[in-house]
Nanobody, 124 residues
Framework: QLQLVESGGGLVQPGGSLRLSCVAS????????VGWFRQAPGKEREAVSC????????VYVDSMKGRFTIAREPAKKTVVMQMNSLKPEDTAIYYC?????????????????WGQGTQVTVSS
């Protein structure tokens, strides 16, 4: 049974950077797409980025393009997301999730395996 664990969140000043990691266990990620989502207090969970493990194709939400970069490290069964130029509005709990298809999807309901989340706070 595939399990996901996120890490790398924390407190950072506006303009700073963080690198989130999502480590899988219990199964290979080869035939999965892995997405990052975030949820701020009082808001719905929203898609951030996604990567297809088998071919490395990526999808980004427009507001994150150029600031966030998702990448896969298949040998480590890890998906990372580098976040640069962080803004206070990026503050949220960030989750990684996997779906048993090679294509990405933007709807949270399309993913059936979720990590516990990692808190990202951008504040001066």
């Amino acid at each position: 049974q595939l399990q996901l664990v996120e890490s790398g969140g924390g407190l950072v000043q506006p303009g700073g950077s963080l690198r989130l990691s999502c480590v899988a266990s219990g199964s290979t990620l080869r035939n999965f797409a892995v997405g990052w989502f975030r949820q701020a207090p009082g808001k719905e969970r929203e898609a951030v980025s996604c990567i297809s493990i088998i071919d490395g194709s990526t999808v980004y939400v427009d507001s994150m393009k150029g600031r966030f970069t998702i990448a896969r490290e298949p040998a480590k069964k890890t998906v990372v997301m580098q976040m640069n130029s962080l803004k206070p509005e990026d503050t949220a709990i960030y989750y990684c999730a996997a779906r048993g298809y090679t294509m990405c999807a933007r709807v949270p309901e399309s993913y059936d395996r979720w990590g516990q989340g990692t808190q990202v706070t951008v504040s001066s």
